[in-house]
């Protein structure tokens, strides 16, 4: 598992501003804090084996068979349930998540068969691959896994779960955590055809999905609010970056951006303004394939992400 990532808060004081986590910053969670709180004896009992329940559910508001749903402790248990159950050869399109060949690695291929993982939006770039995309790989390997997380963040269009299951070779990964904004309660799913369900079933840990994150899960499909990025603001935050003059960067279809700072390198940008004013990015240097001055940054209100432009210019008048 890698040790540096997003939302690293617990390494700094007085962060007041995080732009560090793909998931937005301000869901309102009181409806859904209220419901836990009325519900705390739970904790009194242990949850469904699996979670039957919320896989129900989703199933329904999927329109797919419940068989074809496997709610799991957020998307990143997902990665290895499948990695354990399909142990292909595989391909990653970098840069990426490397949760997927941190995963692959723990499980060495057996046989001939060929997979490929995809992050769509992808982690950190905001790139998002086409259906016509998806078809294409589903025809040249023998399984797609498509981590979906961050699918509410983009106005593209994305494969449904239902032409993934009637694709038959497609594992899709979603996350409630991404969704909802919960990440501490991890909640995530994976949808396919019952074949390929069955197959990862086999490698699942009863009762890995407490039961406060099932009746939250349920609460948030039912009565949540889902999360929709400003994606204008997003593009806004875009071009006040590259305007520095001494950043570049990468087209995004999401409100998450990969850049590249030219004159300093990313682990410095982050340590200033996290000492200096409060803010948290994410140094993205230890994605394969990036280099010492690459960071991701997510959008958030347009006043905040002023006073990060700001920031930035300060320290590059700075070095």
């Known amino acids: ?16 501003m995080n732009f560090s986590s793909n998931i937005c910053q301000h869901a309102n969670l009181r409806a859904l804090k209220k419901h836990l709180a009325r519900r705390l004896d739970l904790i009194d009992n242990y949850p469904e084996p699996e979670a039957w329940s919320l896989e129900r559910l989703i199933a329904q508001q999927e329109q797919i068979a419940d068989d074809c749903v496997i709610v799991t402790s957020g998307a990143t248990e997902a990665i290895y349930l499948v990695a354990q159950a399909f142990r292909y050869r595989y391909r990653f399109l970098e840069p990426t998540f490397s949760e997927y060949e941190d995963a692959c690695r723990m499980f060495p291929p057996q046989g001939e068969q060929t997979a490929i993982w995809l992050c769509n939006p992808n982690n950190p770039t905001g790139e998002v691959y086409g259906q016509e995309d ?23 269009p994305l494969l ?13 990964l979603h996350s409630l955590t991404k969704t909802y904004g ?5 909640i995530g799913y994976i949808t396919a ?6 197959a990862i079933r086999r490698c699942m840990r009863p009762w890995s999905v407490n039961a406060l994150a099932i009746e939250a899960g349920r609460f948030l499909l039912t009565q949540g609010e889902k999360i929709h990025p400003d994606l204008k603001e997003a593009q806004r935050l875009a071009k006040s970056l590259q305007d520095t003059g001494c950043i570049t960067v990468t087209n995004t279809h999401t409100n998450f951006m990969l850049c590249e700072i030219h004159t300093s390198t990313a682990v410095r ?7 200096e004013r409060g803010m948290l990015i994410r140094d993205a240097s230890n994605f394969k394939g990036l280099t010492p001055h690459h960071f991701r940054v997510a959008a958030q209100t347009a006043a905040e992400n002023d006073e990060l432009v700001a920031a930035i210019r300060t320290f590059i008048k700075e070095e």
Not at 134 to 156: F, K, N
Not at 182 to 186: A, F, K, S, T
Not at 269 to 275: E, T
């Open 182 to 186: 919960v990440p501490g309660l991890r």
């Open 160 to 172: 449904s779960a239902r032409e993934a299951v009637r694709m038959g070779n497609v594992v899709q």
């Open 193 to 198: 055809d019952s074949r390929l369900t069955a």
């Open 134 to 156: 998806i078809e294409r790989w589903a025809q040249e390997c023998d399984l797609v896994v498509t981590d979906q997380s961050y699918e509410d963040y983009t106005e593209e």
């Open 1 to 16: 598992m890698i040790t540096g990532h997003g939302d690293d808060i617990y390494q700094y004081n007085g962060v007041r």
């Open 269 to 275: 940008l982050k340590d200033w303004l996290a000492r």
